[in-house]
């Protein structure tokens, strides 16, 4: 191997573990992400008598500021809400094998769900822990 070629792929070697260290923050920062919209979630059924909104819409601007992408591997950034309904629940869980997997947000706005108000990222796939997604 020639010097230049070698130079290149210590280069290359090095920005693949950049570009890990660099979706990791991505997911690190979605999964904040999540816990910060369940806590709006949250904190609409607690002043709305246990009650989830029907539309997802209803918790802005009151009790989320905005809508921050989901970065998943698989999608990369994808700021929007998919609602859903019954279908996606298998009892009180979310069933990926139900989902639409578009890789931004998934919610259950259906009142006669198993798993009515529930918050999600909308993908089958898994982060670089190994854990699906739409379990987390």
């Not at 020639?2 to 923050?25: F, H, M």
């Not at 992400?33 to 709305?48: A, D, H, K, P």
Request: with cysteine; aromatic share 8%.
């Amino acid at each position: 191997m020639t010097r230049p070629a070698a130079v290149a792929l210590v280069l290359a070697a090095g920005l693949c573990v950049g570009c890990g260290r660099s979706r990791q923050a991505k997911e690190a920062g979605t999964k904040g992400s999540l816990e910060g919209l369940r806590s709006g979630v949250s904190t609409y059924s607690r002043q709305n008598n246990g009650q989830y909104p029907v539309a997802f819409n209803q918790l802005y601007p009151r009790f989320i500021a905005n809508i921050p992408p989901a970065f998943t591997a698989a999608h990369g950034e994808v700021a929007e809400v998919q609602a859903y309904g019954a279908e996606a629940c298998s009892g009180a869980v979310i069933d990926g094998s139900r989902l639409k997997d578009t890789g931004g947000w998934g919610y259950v706005s259906d009142k006669s769900a198993p798993c009515w108000g529930r918050l999600f990222v909308d993908c089958t796939h898994s982060d670089s822990d190994g854990t699906a997604w739409h379990q987390r």
